[in-house]
């Protein structure tokens, strides 16, 4: 953004307002160029001219908040709003998860945005083949195949591969960084009444997910002591799209920070707990 000053071209206080953080102002606009402040004390201030653009750049970098997202995380899913989060995938207190409505769903795709409806990220379903899709689009019989699916930043980087595998009855899912390098595994434990998953790492549970009904729609996520540290919430998409697409909508609350690769785990669960259970209520499973 440009803006007309006086304010001559140097290093100054980050408009952003991050700690012992200098920007670079050129003579007209903030410059995305920063530098550690090595004296916080002693740093200049913005002088009076560098105030405007400074005011300017910080609302341009703030975008107004999505009232649908919000609806849906306060009043669908009961979230008051958690604290300020970091901007990520796996910074934000609260994320919201809502799958692509589709008549015919074929791949699974999903958009992954904070609590504001700013997108984080997204999740797609890959190395499907078209004689998998044409098996998806006339029955049911996919849902015993293995399934993959990517889970992306806001720049298109992956940063987690989920990967089902071929299952009978009960399903595991495989969380991996994109390296390959493993995470953990979320198992589900049982097949009647409120499903229940475990998380494992190493072949040691570190949490689980419990369904607080029998129709799973919403679940508890403790970790290996029983205390909750986060929740997941399903909420209504509407009588149409519940009727006639395909498209399912969560809200995950963590609740705090958590260490990984737990952190990394619960992030997964939203798109875990859709991939397995959803598959099965399509009429075989």
Known sequence: ?????????????????????????????????????????????????????????????????DQRVQRQV???????????????????????????????????????????????GSVTEVGQNAFKKILR????????????????????????????????????????????????EIVQQNMIGKINFAMNVNGQQVGAIKAENWRAWNFAIVDHAGNEVARITKTWEGLAKTMFTTADNYVLQIHFQLPEPLLSLVVATALTVDTALKQDSRGLG
Do not use: C
């Open 137 to 184: 689009f006339v029955s049911s019989v996919d849902q015993f195949m293995t399934h993959k699916l990517e889970i992306r930043d806001a720049h298109g980087q992956p940063q987690l591969l989920l990967t089902r595998p071929a299952k009978i009855f009960k399903s595991r899912v495989i969380v991996s960084r994109p390296d390959g390098s493993p995470v953990g």
């Open 74 to 120: 306060q009043q669908q899913a009961g979230v008051a709003g958690g604290g300020v989060g970091g901007g990520t995938l796996f910074t934000e207190p609260v994320l919201v998860v809502n799958q692509k409505a589709k008549l015919i769903e074929v791949t699974n795709e999903y958009k992954v945005m904070d609590q504001n409806g700013n997108q984080l």
């Open 1 to 65: 953004m440009t803006t007309h000053s006086n304010t001559p071209a140097g290093w100054y206080p980050d408009p952003h307002g991050a700690p012992q953080t200098l920007r670079y102002w050129d003579g007209s606009q903030w410059t995305d160029h920063t530098n550690a402040d090595q004296q916080a004390q002693g740093a200049p201030q913005v002088p009076q001219q560098a105030q405007q653009p400074q005011q300017a750049y910080a609302q341009q970098a703030a975008p107004a908040p």
